[in-house]
């Protein structure tokens, strides 16, 4: 095989003799060794290499003699390519100098055919640009089964404003943050780091956005609260801070993604590759939603099934922003804590978490937080919003690709009981004597974590590990517990670390992921697993 691959590259590598006695010719055939033995067999392979190069060569005429010739694409100026924007007239779009045709593809789009046909017509760079995951081989060997033609050759590229980063803007970080993607911005803080302190650095609090984050003007800032029947308000920062009480909350916010790469060992997934750290704690300043809400006219109790819909000021290229939406109830409820925060630990927020003002919803998953909060809408119906409507919903095992219907899904609020190990690190090697572990835990809805069991035996026995901090109001315990274990191990121990967590309701965490698994990697709370090794 390897004498093929060099004669079809017009090239022979130098040849290794047989050496004396390792002759794989059989009795009576050449001599095994020498020059005498050698000068014949290093003929013949010549010989026998230029056969074979010859031959082909003569091989590679004949197939191109008989392969199809390469298609001749049509031609189509920028404005042919516009008018076919709707799968009724077919949907092109154009990358480079190529022309696709994707109708066929629209209703199978991950993203939804609404992302589509925002680039009906026209080119896909400005949308690739945005949406960065698609720049891969591996979507662009996709999209050539769509080709359908070429740009004319007298067509302009598309100009440097349609297709500029939109991500020049964006804030710098911290080089500690563990980077998911670049464009948009996701990372999460070393893991090590979480269980060290009850508050996470504003620095270091995991980030997850989702489009460019948007540069704001703090004076000329509005916020707009709606409501059925035209009622509107419109609110200033000056307005928000002068008008209605400071209150302050502690809370955890989880994505629903955190520990997604441990399904993706059982499955693949869609989605970032998260470790243990989509998970922070902060101290957030700012204003009930309640107050906002019940000063614009909405009463405490509301006939029927209503929302409270959110709006940020990040945008797709067609202008979409991120949306999202809580239960009324919850958004006027007294003891759900819901903010409109404007301080973070302290300090004003930061751009990457919502400058000027975000929403906190505390028990709830941090999808429904929204960003840099531009609208607040009373509804009847949840947010249309793609993150809404489609993702960030649970599925069982068995759905695929091919079957999911996030119709039939509710969105995720509450989150489930949730715990990890922060130390040590899997693969460590830690010294035999007394072993600290150390990690967080955390429930959804404000259920108090009353217990974390651990086991340095890979689940055979278990020792309570010892819960810090205060007591949280009862209902309301929206922060996570550290905790903590002190055992001694033995040399030469390879260990297997388990840590599960129980809420006030006696929610405890599944044993293994595979039970769990779901297409989206959402909602991945097994018992987390730790191996090491126990040096002598």
């Keep these: 095989m390897l004498l093929l691959r060099a004669v079809a590259g017009r090239r022979l590598p130098p040849l290794s003799l047989p050496r004396r006695g390792c002759s794989r010719f059989p009795p009576g055939g050449p001599a095994a060794g020498g020059h005498r033995g050698a000068t014949p067999v290093l003929a013949a392979l010549l010989g026998l290499g230029a056969v074979l190069a010859y031959g082909e060569r003569r091989r590679r005429v004949a197939q191109a003699a008989q392969a199809p010739p390469a298609p001749q694409y049509p031609r189509y100026t920028r404005e042919e390519v516009g008018r076919h924007r709707s799968p009724r007239d077919r949907v092109w779009v154009t990358h480079g100098t190529d022309v696709f045709d994707v109708t066929d593809f629209v209703e199978l789009h991950p993203g939804g055919a ?8 026209g080119a896909l760079e400005p949308f690739w640009a945005l949406y960065a995951v698609h720049n891969q081989p591996h979507v662009l060997e996709l999209l050539r089964e769509y080709k359908v033609g070429e740009l004319s050759p007298e067509e302009a590229p598309p100009t440097p404003a349609a297709s500029q980063d939109p991500f020049a803007g964006d804030p710098p970080r911290h080089p500690g943050l563990r980077v998911s993607s670049q464009k948009p911005f996701n990372a999460e803080p070393p893991a090590e780091l979480l269980g060290e302190r009850f508050l996470t650095p504003n620095e270091l609090f995991f980030t997850r956005n989702h489009l ?3 540069k704001v003007d703090p004076g000329s800032y509005r916020l707009r609260v709606e409501g059925p029947g035209g009622r ?5 920062l000056a307005e928000l801070r002068s008008r209605f009480p400071k209150h302050e909350v502690t809370a955890t916010l989880q994505c629903a993604g955190n520990r997604r790469a441990e399904m993706s060992r059982v499955r693949p997934v869609k989605g970032l590759a998260w470790d243990i750290g989509a998970i922070s704690t902060a101290r957030w300043g700012g204003v009930r939603l309640r107050d906002v809400l019940l000063h614009a006219g909405f009463s405490e109790e509301r006939e029927g099934e209503w929302h409270v819909c959110f709006e940020g000021l990040d945008t797709d290229v067609g202008g979409a922003p991120y949306g999202a939406s809580i239960p009324y109830r919850r958004a006027v409820s007294p003891t759900a804590d819901v903010l409109l925060a404007y301080e973070m630990n302290g300090q004003e927020l930061p751009r990457d978490h919502g400058f000027p ?5 505390p028990g709830v998953v941090g ?27 649970g599925f069982s095992p068995c759905v695929d690709w091919d079957t999911v219907d996030y119709k039939t899904a509710p969105a995720i609020q509450e989150l489930p009981v949730q715990s990890a190990i922060t130390q040590p690190r899997p693969g460590a090697a830690v010294p035999a004597g007394e072993l600290t572990v150390k990690g967080y835990a955390w429930s959804g809805g404000g259920r108090e974590v009353v217990r974390v069991d651990v086991s340095l035996d890979g689940g055979r026995t278990w020792q309570v590990a010892r819960l810090a901090g205060e007591r949280p109001v009862p209902g309301r315990a929206w922060a996570w517990a550290l905790w903590e274990l002190q055992a001694p191990v033995t040399a030469g121990a390879e260990l297997e670390i388990i840590c599960k967590a129980v809420d006030g309701s006696y929610n405890v965490q599944p044993d293994t992921v595979a039970p769990i698994w ?3 990697g959402v909602l991945s709370n097994a018992w987390h697993r730790v191996r090491v090794t126990v040096t002598r």
Excluded at 232 to 236: D, I, K, P, Q
Excluded at 357 to 361: D, E, G, K, Q, S
Excluded at 367 to 393: C, F, I, T
């Design 114 to 121: 609404d992302k589509v046909l925002l680039a009906a017509g």
């Design 212 to 214: 460019p984050v948007p």
């Design 232 to 236: 509107e308000v419109s609110l200033s």
């Design 357 to 361: 003002l975000r929403v906190v919803v």
């Design 367 to 393: 999808a429904r937080s929204v960003k840099w909060l531009r609208r607040v809408a009373v509804s009847s119906a949840e947010s249309p919003s793609h993150w809404q409507q489609n993702d960030y919903k």
């Design 518 to 520: 779901n297409l989206r």
